[in-house]
């Protein structure tokens, strides 16, 4: 919030002698289109006006580039933590997917191996013959083994994709 408060005082200093010079300039222009006699004291005073509008903006840019430089070590060690906790929060997330995805997988392979096995329906059993056996192949608590790896991993693995944003999870 600082350095958007003195960004803010910035641009309105700047805007503030921007202002004060065009002032200047039309009064300036005013005068010689006329032809009448210069009004000196207003032109020094607009050009003082200017002046300090202008040393005001200079100021106020010089303290916004202090605070920057005074707050760049805070900034970059938080950009390092920040780094290092997404790389762990990746890690993470890719071992949620991975338990995740592991046991959708076996849930569906138990569906699958289950609608093979099981008895027809009315209408499907039309022309089947009686003896038609409906064995569980496997025990309802059967963990088949799954190797998940993302897309990203695998190509690291292999070397296709460089590690620039981290080693494989």
Do not use: H
Not at 53 to 58: D, R, S, Y
Not at 75 to 95: G, P
Not at 96 to 111: I, K
Not at 138 to 159: Q, R, T, W
């Amino acid at each position: 919030q600082e350095e958007v408060d003195l960004k803010i005082d910035c641009d309105e200093a700047e805007m503030s002698a921007k202002d004060a010079k065009e002032e200047l300039v039309e009064e300036q222009k005013g005068s010689d289109d006329d032809d009448t006699e210069v009004n000196v004291e207003m032109l020094e005073q607009l050009q003082k006006d200017a002046n300090e509008k202008e040393e005001a903006a200079t100021q106020a840019l010089i303290r916004l580039k202090s605070w920057q430089a005074e707050q760049q070590e805070t900034m970059q060690r938080m950009q390092d933590n920040t780094r290092k906790l997404q790389r762990r929060l990746k890690s993470v997330c890719a071992t949620v997917r991975s338990e995740y995805s592991t046991s959708c997988l076996q849930e569906d392979f138990r569906a699958g191996l289950k609608e093979l096995c099981r008895k027809p329906d009315e209408e499907e059993a039309e022309g089947i013959q009686d003896n038609v056996t409906t064995n569980t192949p496997l025990p309802e608590d059967f963990k088949m083994d799954v190797y998940c790896i993302s897309a990203n991993d695998y190509l690291k693995i292999e070397g296709i994709k460089p590690s620039s944003d981290g080693p494989p999870n």
